[in-house]
């Protein structure tokens, strides 16, 4: 079946613009997360959507949201661009939520912000 | 505040030799805990899971919560091998998160 599926792969986008990254889950997994991952900070958590809502926001400004529609397909947008907004941006899903499941990751969008 | 610690970014091993990754963490609750492995250019792949206690490509990992510690093993490496390896911990409560360590780039020398 098919994966994760992030689109698009690469983005280059100016300072103060916005930029919305999409997801495809797996299909029948319910669960999405995001993911920022850049050479300083690692991978580090942004927040998961189940069933439409999201349920945990990690430590980013709030220029930084998505959703979650019904089909379990997920966007992030991040508005007023800065460049350290720099990064590979994940998205993983699983079936269901709780920590028996392992998240399967996409390939990610490479914004690069200029 | 949960945490993940891989003390070691870089780790060179030659082919045949035995590898342990090392992996600690800081976390009041209950955790459950991983190891993602990404190949070069491939995207982030999940090792193991230490609820199955499974062996994959022949690592292994052992989750021993009185040194807070899920180091991977692997009794002979291969050049197959070389990757980033991150450890990571799931929060629980209903809203999960995956927290990573840092990463351990492992290079298996011919």
């Known amino acids: 079946k098919a994966g994760v599926t992030q689109t698009p792969r690469y983005l280059i986008k100016t300072r103060g613009q916005q930029v919305t990254l999409s997801c495809s889950p797996i299909s029948g997994h319910r669960s999405v997360s995001w993911y920022q991952q850049t050479p300083g900070q690692g991978l580090q958590f942004l927040f998961e959507y189940f069933s439409e809502t999201q349920r945990n926001k990690g430590n980013f400004p709030g220029r930084f949201s998505g959703r979650q529609f019904s089909n379990s397909r997920s966007e992030m947008n991040v508005s007023t661009l800065e460049l350290g907004d720099s990064a590979l941006y994940l998205c993983?899903?699983?079936?269901?939520?709780?920590?028996?499941?392992?998240?399967?990751f996409g390939s990610g969008t490479r914004l690069t912000v200029v | 505040a949960q945490r993940v610690t891989q003390p070691e970014k870089l780790l060179s091993v030659f082919k045949g030799a035995p590898v342990e990754l090392k992996c600690n963490y800081s976390?009041?609750?209950?955790?459950?805990l991983f190891w993602y492995v990404q190949y070069s250019r491939q995207r982030l792949q999940l090792l193991l899971r230490?609820?199955s206690r499974e062996s994959i490509k022949g690592f292994t990992a052992d989750l021993n919560k009185g040194e807070t510690s899920f180091h991977l093993k692997k009794p002979f490496a291969q050049e197959e091998d070389s990757a980033m390896y991150y450890c990571?911990?799931?929060?629980?409560?209903?809203?999960?998160?995956?927290?990573f360590g840092k990463g351990t780039k492992l290079t298996v020398n011919p």
């Open positions: 993983a899903s699983r079936p269901s939520t709780g920590g028996l499941w392992g998240y399967t």
């Open positions: 976390y009041s609750g209950s955790p459950e």
């Open positions: 990571a911990l799931s929060t629980q409560g209903g809203s999960e998160k995956l927290v």
């Open positions: 230490h609820i």
